[in-house]
């Protein structure tokens, strides 16, 4: 590898992606060519660095497996800031598995950051603990060791585990200043700010109030009977009652929980489960029919009374009842939660995180793009959506995966 190879890779491992373009910018040998793609990415044009990254991969030989292996690497680092989340994995993991059998350390602990970034963008937290356990524990180089300790504090944030996140985040701000790059650091800081902002809304007793994260998980942990609005649960202590394919069940459940301890009236209830503008003999039919299927659904944690006007919510055990809301509750907030990170995603990745079919997910974009709450660029299957950040809004309650035992 000649000199100026060399000093063009140092320049991009220290985040100066011009320098490395001053060395390299004129060549076409398999190396520059590498090089080149990997310092557009920095610089932001995606497209021209997947080219570049792809016409290097072919010109390495079968005898520079590792070569070969790097690019493949890089470009799966593009496809996931470029949120393409339909890149094969497998072909992740099996350059991964050629740079562990070569003794590449550092490019394969990279690659397992990706794999485990890419898991926690699509909602499988045991995959990506279980990714990140395979971590050699030798020390890595600062950038590499901030995006370790941002993958396992990301984790913890999803799985409402304030303190550890906090530590993770402290781990990472450090190594981040270490590396000397700024980009990774602003990741960082944004990655922190999570949990200084509301998490979520806690309504109580006919009152309501933000909550950060740790608030939401000492709520959970409290014993207390909580209707999460946030997954569609009701929660009291150890147990759990999924609600999220019961949609009017939940709307009761919710209803009663954000009256207790007073009763709900029957008209109030028709409307909150089935927009009933009016109740008939049918709707009131119905209401029976759902609130025994709720009594059914809860009868281990509480039990729902008749009054004269209508129904209460009566817990076994609890004596606090609380609902645990959305920070911003409207029509396709977990769209806008993803979008939220301020990256342009495709439709079909927007589907693939939130495990949603690609016409519904369109639907919900068009009504989003009428509203002017999202914009979007190209056409076709380059088609890319994106939204400025929410200011105080962190997305870790509405993105899917389960809280708080996934």
Known sequence: MDSLITAAGRALAAGDPFGALNRVALREDAPALALRGIAMAQLGDLARAKVLLKRAGQAFGPREPVARARCV?????????????????????????????????????????????????????????????????????????????LAIGGIALRRLQAEPARAAFARAAEAAGRARIPALVVEVEAAA??????????????????????????????????????????????????????PVLFALARALAEAWPADVSREDLLK????????????????RVEIGRLRAELHGIAQINATQRGFALKPHRAREVAVLAQPL?????????????????????????????????????????????????GQARARRWLTPPVPGFPTALLLPAPLPDG
Not at 85 to 111: Q, S
């Open 73 to 149: 690497v890089a470009e799966a680092e593009i496809a996931l800031v470029s949120r393409d989340l339909g890149w094969p994995a497998n072909a992740l993991d099996a350059a991964r598995a050629v740079l562990e059998a070569h003794g590449d350390r550092l490019n394969a602990a990279h690659a397992r950051t990706i794999e485990v970034r890419r898991l926690l963008l699509i909602g499988r937290l045991g995959e990506a603990e279980r990714a990140l356990t395979g971590f050699d524990e030798s020390p890595l180089p600062p950038a590499l060791e901030a995006a370790r300790a």
């Open 193 to 246: 700010h999570a949990l200084e902002a509301p998490a979520a809304r806690l309504i109580l007793r006919g009152t309501e109030r933000p909550l950060l994260l740790g608030e939401v998980a000492a709520l959970l942990a409290s014993g207390s009977f909580v209707v999460d609005a946030c997954r569609n649960v009701v929660r009291e202590a150890g147990t759990a009652v999924p609600l999220a394919t019961r």
């Open 272 to 287: 909150r489960a089935f927009r009933a503008k009016e109740a008939d003999d049918s709707h009131r039919a119905r209401l």
């Open 329 to 377: 509750e409207e029509a396709h907030a977990d769209v806008l939660a993803l979008l939220a990170d301020g990256e342009a995603w495709s439709s079909s990745a927007l589907a693939l995180a939130l495990g949603t079919s690609q016409r519904n997910m369109q639907r919900a974009l068009e009504t989003l793009a009428a509203s002017g709450k999202i914009q979007s660029f």
